[in-house]
């Protein structure tokens, strides 16, 4: 069995400094890898950035991750990325990673994905130019989890995002703002690739479980959510 | 909903998302009259102190009920298996 450990949103700062690190100095006797879905930091500050590479480098096993919307506020997502990769956490944008836990081999294909919405109730590609801009990285996200899910051989594949694939995990969200929580296309995508579960944060009054149209268990990581430093998911035999 | 107490919410709202000292966005703000409920999590105790600074700039004919909590970092009790 791998024993995955996952949280999302943690929103680190200065101020929070240290506050995650006794739980996770126990890291090991809880779970095989750490899966961070997004949201690191407040205002997307390399300050804030900098706590969270602390807080998260240096611990007893593999720490994959992906940024969250937070994280771009200053746009300066590809700097935060490159500074927790500089402290050992493997960042993930449109790409994968594969772990070997106890001879058995796990694939972690991730990207922050985008709202847009879901199935009938979703933004389209079409009228103005910002509306276009707004569906096309919705898009265009899907797409880029569909190549990293694709170039995985492993024989277990985790997708991890920040928004949310499916909406029954945003449910105790306002129905009125699913569509900038997540998008159906990432669900789409999980469901074409053959994936065994699908990790996201996001939303904070959302709930933990949640399955996709083609019967993929998916896992609402947002620490207001899980309400404990981190979650853990046991796969496999 | 009166239409002042909607435009009350969306204020508020707006303000502790997109005022720097707070940037939260999962806040919860219910509007009763003159009473303001705040709900939802944050990551320390000085953020919670923070929504209700903010609150008093934008609103501060309000009377502020700061029902937010400071989020839970313990190791997790359980492990869910998923076969």
Do not use: W
Not at chain 1, 84 to 105: P, Q
Not at chain 1, 115 to 144: L, Q
Not at chain 1, 155 to 171: D, M
Not at chain 2, 8 to 37: C, F, K, M, P, W
Request: with cysteine; glycine share 12%.
């Amino acid at each position: 069995m791998i024993r995955v450990a996952a949280v999302g949103d943690v929103h680190l700062g200065e101020d929070a400094r240290g506050r995650l690190r006794p739980a996770l100095d126990n890291l090991s006797g809880h779970a095989d890898v750490l899966l961070l879905a997004g949201d690191l930091t407040r205002h997307g500050a390399l300050d804030e950035a900098r706590v969270a590479a602390e807080e998260f480098g240096g611990l007893d096993v593999p720490v994959v991750g992906v940024l969250g919307n937070h994280d771009h506020h200053s746009d300066l997502g590809d700097d935060i990325a490159k500074l927790l990769e500089d402290h050992g956490i493997t960042m993930l944008e449109g790409t994968a990673t594969t772990i070997d836990v106890g001879g058995e081999r796990l694939g972690i294909a991730g990207v922050k994905g985008f709202g847009g919405g879901f199935a009938g109730k979703c933004a389209s590609n079409f009228g103005e130019r910002e509306m276009k801009a707004f569906v096309s990285h919705t898009i265009e996200r899907s797409e880029a989890l569909r190549n990293a899910l694709a170039g995985l051989d492993t024989g277990i594949r985790i997708a991890l995002t920040h928004y949310s694939p499916i909406p029954e995990t945003l449910r105790g969200e306002p129905p009125e703002i699913y569509p900038f929580l997540g998008c159906y296309q990432l669900g789409e995508v999980i469901d074409e690739s053959g994936t065994d579960l699908a990790i996201h944060g996001h939303a904070h009054f959302g709930c933990e479980q949640g399955v996709t149209p083609g019967g993929v268990r998916v896992r609402n990581v947002a620490q207001p959510v899980i309400r404990s430093a981190f979650a853990t998911y046991g796969l496999g035999a | 909903m009166t239409e002042e107490t909607q435009y009350r919410v969306a204020h508020v709202r707006r303000a502790l998302a997109e005022d720097s000292r707070t940037a939260e966005l999962g806040i919860r703000v219910n509007v009763r009259g003159d009473d303001v409920y705040l709900s939802g999590e944050v990551t320390t105790e000085n953020r919670r102190a923070d929504l209700e600074r903010v609150l008093r700039e934008v609103a501060p004919e309000v009377v502020v009920h700061n029902d937010v909590r400071v989020a839970d970092t313990r190791e997790p009790a359980r492990r869910e298996e998923l076969r």
